[in-house]
């Protein structure tokens, strides 16, 4: 299962942002049986995304987009307890790691998938994740 984070879905549907749109779907088109790997996001993915969408470039494209998000295999829920987490990891690491980010990588480690797909370099701060975007 491969985690796709709010970064690389915007730049998937985002041709504005024209290098990080032909990165995206170059990087789509060189994982091999791309379509036959699981994917997820969490609600706060669920939530950048659609707040995106508020945008007027996305005019035209919000029911494409929110068909994907929709179409993904698993959407993680954060709970209360994964919230405090991410407030003590956000606090131990200086504040150097984003606090969605964080909530994205416990969510992550609840289900075991350790593959990401982002922009947000972020993530390659953490040695358990394998951003294969970067």
């Known amino acids: 299962m491969v ?12 041709k504005k942002e024209y ?4 990165s ?20 706060i993915v669920l939530n950048e995304v659609l707040y995106k969408l508020t945008k007027p470039y996305y005019d035209g494209k919000r029911e494409q ?5 929709l179409a993904m295999d698993k959407i993680i829920f954060v709970s209360e307890n994964d919230y405090k987490k991410a407030i003590k990891l956000y ?10 980010d964080w909530l994205i990588i416990l969510s992550m480690k ?6 990401i797909l982002s922009f947000d370099d972020d993530f390659n701060k953490i040695k358990e994740i ?4 970067i």
């Open 3 to 14: 985690f796709l984070d709010s970064s690389f879905i915007i730049a998937l549907f985002n």
């Open 19 to 22: 290098k990080r749109n032909k």
């Open 24 to 43: 995206a779907e170059k990087i789509i088109k060189t994982i091999p049986d791309i379509d036959k790997i699981p994917k997820a996001i969490n609600n």
């Open 65 to 69: 987009i929110i068909s994907f998000l």
């Open 91 to 100: 606090k131990k690491y200086d504040y150097t790691i984003n606090y969605s």
């Open 110 to 115: 609840k289900e075991g998938i350790t593959d």
């Open 130 to 133: 394998n951003n294969i975007s």
